[in-house]
C-alpha cells in the first residue's frame, strides 16, 4: 500500500506537531495542501485504521531492504579496502583502516538480524498464504 504525497505529508504533520492541529493544517498548506479540521481528522482517521496494513506491507519488504543493507554496506568495506591498497600515506592508509574498522559492528549487527528477519519473514508469509487463501464452503 504505497502512500500518497498528502497522506505521507498528513502523518508527518500529525508526528511533529501530535495535538495541535492548527500548526499541522498550517505545515501542510505550506507543503500545497490546504485542508479543514474536519478533512485532516478524516484522513488522521483513515490512517490510523490502515495502520496495521500498512506495516504488513512494509514487512513484507523487509527481506529485500534487508539484504540491501548488508550489500551496501559490504560495497563500502570493499571500496575502502581498495583505497587502502592504493594509499601510499600511512597516515591516510591509518584513516582507512579507521574507517573499516568503524563500520565491522554494522556489518556484524546485519549479520546477526539475518536470521530474525528470515525467521520473520517466513511468519509474514505464512500468514499472508493464510489471508490468500479463500475458505470453502462444503455443501
Not at 485504521?49 to 504488513?56: Q, T, Y
Not at 527481506?63 to 551496501?72: G, L, R, T, V, Y
Not at 554494522?106 to 475458505?135: C, G, H, M, W
Amino acid at each position: 500500500m504505497d502512500l500518497t504525497a498528502k497522506e505521507t505529508a498528513i502523518i508527518q504533520s500529525k508526528l511533529m506537531f501530535q495535538k495541535d492541529y492548527q500548526l499541522a493544517l498550517k505545515w501542510l498548506e505550506t507543503k500545497g495542501f490546504k485542508l479543514s479540521v474536519t478533512t485532516y481528522y478524516d484522513n488522521l482517521r483513515r490512517l490510523n485504521k490502515s495502520g496495521a496494513e500498512r506495516l504488513f506491507h512494509i514487512g513484507q519488504q523487509f527481506p529485500a531492504f534487508h539484504a540491501d543493507e548488508i550489500e551496501k554496506f559490504l560495497l563500502i568495506e570493499s571500496q575502502l579496502y581498495e583505497q587502502y591498497y592504493q594509499e601510499k600515506e600511512p597516515l591516510n592508509k591509518a584513516r582507512i583502516l579507521k574507517m573499516i574498522a568503524d563500520i565491522q559492528p554494522l556489518i556484524t549487527s546485519l549479520y546477526d538480524s539475518t536470521q530474525y528477519v528470515l525467521e520473520t519473514n517466513a511468519k509474514f508469509k505464512d500468514i499472508l498464504s493464510r489471508r490468500e487463501e479463500k475458505p470453502t464452503v462444503a455443501v
